[in-house]
């Protein structure tokens, strides 16, 4: 990731992968009614998301990371599947282009799984057909943003511990008509609340984070699937303040995702260049 330095070397290296990008852009909806007492407006539902997650199976993903670099707004992007039973994923992250206009490198192939990220393509002297390997736990963000993408079901992980939310309305999203919440949720408190796969890595998060407030924008859909979380990240990076905000989208529910990790030959145990 591109904005801030990590004390221990496999974090380093990790943010290494994602520096120096410049680009813009982000996905929104708009469109809503207010608040009412029907079935569906339930704030509790929030709460619930992560095990209704585990419950569908599986889905496809798309990902954005927007954040301001150098005064310029940056955005990562990824898109793939996630298995939600077996907590893991494979995406493609795509780093924006230059002032150039020119890509600096190829998509990385990022595969998520529970308390380890794999990285290929990750360049820094890496070989084009080795894999980097990173635990989460020991970067101090959990890896909620370090690999310019937040884990899907972490991203619902995090809500179990949403508080203040409110109904904000109804409304379509990509042709399906979704429940609009917001509100904010505590790291410690999700670090403490979480499955037991996924607290490692946001009690990593909640310690290097400086505040653990986290505010959210979550649209669930009839079945009180989440369709799209939206969560912006606050922290200091050498002094400066940055934010951050994790757009994550879910879709095509019930499709199988093809998930092999990397055998042990293809970890690449060289010196990681910076």
């Known amino acids: 990731m591109v904005v801030r330095q990590h004390g221990h070397r496999g974090a380093a290296f990790a943010a290494l992968a994602l520096a120096g990008v410049v680009a813009g852009g982000g996905c929104s909806v708009s469109g809503g009614v207010a608040a009412d007492d029907r079935v569906?407006?339930?704030?509790?539902?929030?709460?619930?998301?992560?095990d209704v997650l585990r419950a569908a199976g599986s889905s496809k993903a798309r990902t954005s990371m927007e954040m301001a670099a150098g005064g310029t707004r940056v955005t990562i992007r990824g898109e793939g599947?996630?298995?939600?039973?077996?907590?893991?994923?494979?995406?493609?992250?795509?780093?924006?282009?230059d002032p150039a206009g020119t890509s600096g490198h190829r998509p990385i192939t990022e595969l998520l799984s529970?308390?380890?990220?794999?990285?290929?393509?990750?360049?820094?002297?890496?070989?084009?057909?080795?894999?980097?390997?990173?635990?989460?736990t020991a970067l101090d963000d959990g890896n909620l943003v370090t690999g310019g993408v937040t884990d899907p079901l972490t991203s619902a992980e995090l809500l179990r511990a949403a508080r203040d939310v409110t109904f904000v309305g109804e409304q379509d999203l990509a042709g399906v008509r979704v429940r609009h919440f917001r509100g904010v949720t505590d790291l410690g408190r999700a670090a403490r609340t979480a499955s037991a796969d996924?607290?490692?890595?946001?009690?990593?998060?909640?310690k290097g984070f400086g505040?653990?407030?986290?505010?959210?924008?979550?649209?669930?859909?009839?079945?009180?699937?989440?369709?799209?979380?939206?969560?912006?990240?606050?922290?200091?990076?050498?002094g400066q303040p940055v934010e951050v905000a994790s757009t994550t989208l879910l879709y095509a529910f019930g499709e199988r995702v093809a998930l092999t990790l990397p055998p042990e030959?293809?970890?690449?145990?060289?010196e990681i260049k910076t």
Do not use: C, T
């Open 40 to 50: 569906g407006s339930d704030p509790g539902a929030v709460r619930k998301a992560a």
């Open 81 to 97: 599947g996630y298995d939600f039973g077996r907590r893991m994923g494979r995406l493609q992250v795509v780093l924006p282009r």
């Open 198 to 206: 996924a607290r490692g890595a946001l009690a990593a998060a909640a």
């Open 211 to 238: 505040a653990d407030a986290v505010p959210f924008d979550a649209y669930l859909d009839e079945a009180g699937r989440l369709r799209k979380v939206r969560h912006r990240f606050s922290y200091l990076n050498q």
């Open 114 to 136: 529970p308390g380890v990220l794999y990285m290929k393509n990750r360049g820094a002297g890496v070989p084009a057909d080795k894999w980097v390997r990173v635990d989460s």
């Open 265 to 270: 030959d293809d970890i690449f145990s060289g």
